[in-house]
Nanobody, 127 residues
Framework: QVQLVESGGGLVQTGGSLRLSCAAS????????MGWFRQAPGEEREFVSN????????YYTDSVKGRFTISRDNAKNTVYLQMNSLKPEDTAVYYC????????????????????WGQGTQVTVSS
């Protein structure tokens, strides 16, 4: 089964930056859309951002707009999340998500919209 692999998580202080990356474990895999969710302990997994590989269109949840930037490398089928001005409330496990089909019905902010997931990478922002 295809697995998405995240990297780049870690511990930073408030105001710091991290850059997450995500790529498929199989070279033949390609995604139409890739994005990021995050989940804090005891909370629901929430949508953070995604990007359409064909045209680079992006979406962000309101709480990260202006601080996070998602980007992609079409040739590598890789997505990145540059996180700046990090806050303690950004602390969570960040999961990469990929959509492997060209069918876009439903909400892009819903977990059910995506086909593949990574194992998660921990981001901790200290006060």
């Amino acid at each position: 089964q295809v697995q998405l692999v995240e990297s780049g998580g870690g511990l930073v202080q408030t105001g710091g930056s991290l850059r997450l990356s995500c790529a498929a474990s199989e070279r033949t895999f390609s995604s139409y859309v890739m994005g990021w969710f995050r989940q804090a302990p005891g909370e629901e997994r929430e949508f953070v951002s995604n990007i359409r590989f064909s045209n680079g269109r992006t979406y962000y949840t309101d709480s990260v707009k202006g601080r996070f930037t998602i980007s992609r490398d079409n040739a590598k089928n890789t997505v990145y999340l540059q996180m700046n001005s990090l806050k303690p409330e950004d602390t969570a496990v960040y999961y990469c998500a990929g959509k492997a089909t060209p069918y876009y019905s439903g909400s892009y902010s819903s977990r059910e919209w995506y086909d593949y997931w990574g194992q998660g990478t921990q981001v901790t922002v200290s006060s």
